[in-house]
């Protein structure tokens, strides 16, 4: 059981680069989500998607796009980063509304 | 706004003492949920316990269970007999429809040997 799959577990980006957090599940689910982890702090919402198609913005969307062609893929893009984007990124999926949300390992990303 | 807060940023107790971690949230909501997760050291966020708002009893999980104050807008955690894997950060979280959570700033907490 795989459940939630985060790549690559580390990154380290330069400022201006650009890269994508990839994020697979294969639980079937149609609730899936972006959060991020500040050091020291909890998780704040980047964007959500309630199925194939269908993407909304979170509390923190600034800086960072998502696509969500299939059930199981849920992508995250940072265009430009800059060091405010060092953080680590947090996929997670749900079966439903109500249901709990299975995280992924995290994404640990260091933007110097 | 929604709002999650964590009075304690640390805690620490000796092995199989009982320890309870607050937590106080507000929403304009009046059916909703409430979390507790686990994060150790691998930094894997876990699933302890979770209660419904639109249930009286409190929710209870082995070890680890919640006082749930709803008029008080209180959700704290107790976890009896502590053990040496009970360490980690421990963040609570209010469920904002569809799954979307917002996470209070944590409590770390250490079970000493």
């Known amino acids: 059981n795989a459940g939630v799959t985060q790549t690559p577990k580390f990154r380290i980006l330069k400022i201006g680069q650009s890269m994508t957090l990839q994020c697979t599940q294969d639980m079937n689910h149609n609730y899936m989500y972006w959060y991020r982890q500040d050091p020291g702090m909890g998780l704040k919402l980047i964007y959500y998607?309630?199925?194939?198609?269908?993407?909304d913005k979170g509390e923190v969307p600034n800086g960072y796009n998502v696509s969500r062609s299939t059930t199981e893929d849920f992508p995250l893009r940072l265009e430009l980063a800059a060091p405010s984007q060092t953080s680590v990124y947090f996929c997670?999926?749900?079966?439903?509304?109500?249901?709990?949300?299975?995280f992924g390992q995290g994404t640990r990303l260091t933007v110097v | 706004a929604q709002t999650v807060t964590q009075s304690q940023p640390e805690m620490s107790v000796q092995e199989a003492e009982t320890v309870t971690l607050s937590c106080t949230y507000d929403t304009s909501e009046s059916n909703y949920y409430l979390f507790w997760y686990k994060q150790p050291p691998s930094r894997q966020m876990i699933l302890v316990i979770r209660q419904e708002a639109y249930k009286q009893q409190n929710a209870t999980e082995n070890r680890f269970s919640v006082n749930f104050q709803k008029a008080a807008k209180s959700f704290s955690l107790k976890i009896s007999d502590s053990q040496l894997g009970d360490t980690a950060m421990y963040f609570c979280a209010l469920e904002q429809g569809a799954q979307k959570l917002v996470f209070g700033q944590g409590t770390r907490l250490t079970i000493n040997p």
């Open positions: 998607s309630v199925g194939a198609g269908i993407t």
């Open positions: 997670a999926s749900s079966y439903s509304s109500r249901g709990e949300a299975f």
